[in-house]
């Protein structure tokens, strides 16, 4: 995963903290739970995203919490969504990367 950073806010816009990403890798379960709450293949714009993105709020900060251990509870509420969705879409497609790099077995 390319090195993410996340960045918490004050009530004067500026940055009191920044988290970077840690490697881990990912689960197919946790990828499905994603692609499942956001439901990828079904987003036209960045509204629609937003709309997702609310409703699986908890489960999607539980999966992010785990790539940016050094966030607190408390930080998920002082981020910019205009770094978020990004980095949700660099998340995933970097654990897409991740499954495709793993070599097939021609015997099967």
Do not use: C, H
């Amino acid at each position: 995963m390319e090195n993410l950073k996340l960045n918490v806010y004050n009530d004067n816009d500026e940055v009191i903290k920044t988290a970077e990403a840690k490697f881990i890798d990912l689960r197919f379960g946790t990828i499905r739970s994603l692609m499942e709450l956001l439901n990828v293949e079904d987003i036209n714009d960045t509204s629609e995203l937003l709309k997702k993105l609310y409703s699986a709020w908890n489960e999607v900060i539980k999966i992010l919490s785990r790539v940016f251990p050094e966030m607190e509870e408390g930080d998920w509420d002082n981020i910019k969504l205009s770094e978020l969705i990004p980095m949700l879409v660099v998340i995933l497609k970097s654990s897409f990367v991740q499954m495709l790099a793993i070599p097939a077995d021609s015997k099967n």
